[in-house]
């Protein structure tokens, strides 16, 4: 049973260390994942495994921060919003990319997840830019979970996961099928660098077209919020955009993106001709 310090003592220093803040209604889900752990690791009590944490943070901290997340994706998730990015974001980044020196992309997916996020960006990538050899393509996807990592490192999914929201088109194109299994096509799956990341933390990545945080600033309150959106809108370029979740808007945080909507789908567009 955790004790209702017991519970301010992990929600504080969950916060600090990553920026997640467990409302009071989160006890019962903190307590349920805590109890995996205390059976993993044979500590009898939520105390004294907050200790463990506290004494081994650079072990301990990344298992707990791990049983935390929550890992509900899936491939073209919030479709307006891809369509969005698909039809109107991507074109403009690249018209005016293509009158530049460098025909270079930058993508980051923060909260990656298992990984279908970056690879629908960087299939709908490969749709949109017939001369792709041309062009100096990354997409960076970061996540706190090493877990989810890995998985998203290896790019294979089952059968049902894919079946649910890609369509024969993307299917025949981008994935090889083994028995019930599907994995992301290697020419994919070359686009996206995989890496350990605490949003809390710098991450030194600058000069980006897009960042896509959906579902990840929920955890968040509002000062943790408002810090990382300002990380956001200095790694982006100008005229870059920054896209979140459905239910998630940067309505009340001062910035000075601007909003972008068309067919329901939306995204924040960093003004043009401001310093990066």
Known sequence: MLTNEEFRLFRNLIYEESGIYLKETRKDFLEHRLARRLEATGISSPYWYYKLVKEQKKSELLILLDILTVNETSFFRNGPQIDLFKNSLLPSIVKNKAQGPQKRLRIWSAGCSTGEEPYTIAM???????ELQQWD???FASDLSMTVLKAASAGEYNAE???ATVDDHYLHRYFDKTGDRYTVKNDVRKM???DYHNLKNENGLAGLDAVFCRNVMIYFDADAQARL????YDSLNPGGYLLLGHAESLHGLGTRFEFVYDNKGAAYKKPEGVRV
């Open 124 to 130: 709908v990538i490969r749709e949109a830019l017939p």
């Open 229 to 232: 959106v300002q990380k956001f």
């Open 192 to 194: 996206v660098v995989f």
């Open 137 to 139: 393509v990354k997409i």
């Open 161 to 163: 996961k894919v079946h």
